[in-house]
């Protein structure tokens, strides 16, 4: 089934604990991106990439990093949680790049740091 | 002040009611424009793209302002399956690669 999906669905991560955010999708999509979501506040862009070996920083990039070696995937990265990085983290892909096109999301990954 | 701002509401109509949401962007630059919608801080879906010259999609209807800087989403004949929040979202090639999204407004529709 064509998406993207998110590993893992949840997370409870003690603090200082590096953690990797895994994101796939099998669209061929150009364009990745990763959002986190707070209680109450619409997504923020962490990081994004317009193509395979190409990333940048969006507006909230502090204290997250993502490499993207290939089309198909896109990791995030915690190096030293903290407890402000408690948040649902989604990924998305879209066909074109520069945030002019639909962007697909996947389903989320909710992280809990303690 | 936020680049895109969205009334939080909550809305609380009736079903059949007519509901209307605003959208305003600083970014006169900004180029593209939707609206997604989201259930329950599940994953946002889109709804709909917001064209120069509006756009209808059965019950729904989206309209660009760019004199006055904001995009509107109207629900007409609300169906309680119209419960969610609406995210308003703008691109703009200044922000190249960056999507900006609204807080989004809750609308919750009543039997």
């Known amino acids: 089934i064509a998406g993207i999906t998110q590993a893992p669905t949840s997370q409870i991560l003690a603090a200082g604990r590096r953690m990797t955010l895994r994101c796939t999708q099998d669209m061929r999509h150009n364009a990745m991106y990763w959002y986190r979501q707070d209680l109450g506040l619409g997504l923020r862009l962490i990081h994004y990439?317009?193509?395979?070996?190409?990333?940048g920083k969006g507006e909230v990039p502090d204290g997250y990093s993502v490499s993207r070696a290939n089309t198909d995937d896109f990791p995030l990265t915690l190096a030293s949680a903290v407890p402000s990085q408690t948040s649902v983290y989604f990924c998305?892909?879209?066909?074109?790049?520069?945030?002019?096109?639909?962007?697909?999301f996947g389903p989320g990954t909710r992280l809990t740091v303690l | 002040r936020k680049e895109v701002e969205q009334d939080p509401g909550p809305f609380n109509v009736p079903e059949g009611a007519t509901v209307a949401f605003n959208c305003t962007y600083s970014?006169?630059?900004?180029?593209?424009f939707f609206w997604y919608r989201q259930d329950c801080r599940k994953e946002p879906k889109l709804l709909m793209s917001v064209y120069s010259s509006g756009n209808e999609d059965g019950r729904f209807t989206a309209q660009l302002n760019r004199a006055s800087q904001y995009i509107s989403l109207l629900i007409r004949d609300s169906k309680l399956s119209d419960s969610a929040t609406y995210l308003c979202v703008v691109n703009g090639y200044a922000n190249a690669g960056k999507s900006t999204f609204g807080d989004g407004t809750t609308l919750t529709v009543k039997p």
């Open positions: 970014n006169s630059a900004s180029q593209s």
């Open positions: 990439s317009n193509t395979a070996g190409t990333t």
């Open positions: 998305a892909s879209s066909g074109l790049a520069g945030g002019t096109d639909t962007q697909y």
